[in-house]
Every structure is written in C-alpha cells, then in structure tokens.
C-alpha cells in the first residue's frame, strides 16, 4: 500500500501560482511513477501531468503545458506539482496518484485524498 497526502491547495487569483506537495509513505516511493489528476465541479476526473520514478519522463496534459511543472524528491518521498499563470479553468480537487508506470492514460493504483484550488478571476 501507499499512502498519499496532498497539501498547498487553496485560493488564488487568476494569473497567480501555488505549489502543491504530496507526501508518500507505505511501499518504497521511488519505485513509482506519480500523477496529478484534478477534477472540477460538475466534470470528470481528468489528467493533468505524470512523472516516471526517476523523474526523467515528464507528461502534461495540453491544458497546463508550459504554465505547470512537475517533479518529485525521492529522499523526500514527495512529489510536487508547481502551477503559474493560474486561470479560473484550473479550479478543481486536485489529486495525487501513484502508478506502477507514467503515463497520460495510466490506470492508477493509489490516490489520495485531494486538495481544492480556487482560482477567482
């Protein structure tokens, strides 16, 4: 099993940042791949950017490339997700996720439990 704890949520205005963090711990972290995923109200869950263990493959959906950044510490056991030039589209439960490989169609084995972004225009 492992557990995954997301933090950094929260509101901000459009044209802003925020960093979310996801803390892992259970099974070793570094043996899997780690995606974000968010899901807005009213919408279905959707993909959002994936990182392979090592953190040399990196996947974003086409909707964030070039404002969201994805990376991950292994001896922190966190992965992270840094979002900039926010607009009102990005407000949505973000989720943390964890695979056994990267990917933009990944079946994720583990999630977490979710944290709110708001972003007021």
């Known amino acids: 099993q492992v557990q995954l704890v997301e933090s950094g949520g929260g509101l901000v205005q459009a044209g802003g940042s925020l960093r979310l963090s996801c803390a892992a711990s259970?099974?070793?972290?570094?043996?899997?791949?780690m995606g974000w995923l968010r899901q807005a109200p009213g919408k279905e869950r959707e993909f959002v950017a994936a990182?392979?263990?090592?953190?040399?493959?990196?996947y974003y959906a086409d909707s964030v490339k070039g404002r969201f950044t994805i990376s991950r510490d292994n001896a922190k056991n966190t992965v992270y997700l840094q979002m900039n030039s926010l607009k009102p589209e990005d407000t949505a439960v973000y989720y943390c996720?964890?695979?056994?490989?990267?990917?933009?169609?990944?079946?994720?084995?583990?999630w977490g439990k979710g944290t709110l972004v708001t972003v007021s225009s």
């Open positions: 996720a964890a695979a056994q490989v990267a990917g933009i169609t990944t079946n994720w084995d583990y």
């Open positions: 990182i392979s263990w090592s953190g040399i493959r990196k």
């Open positions: 259970g099974r070793t972290f570094n043996n899997y791949a």
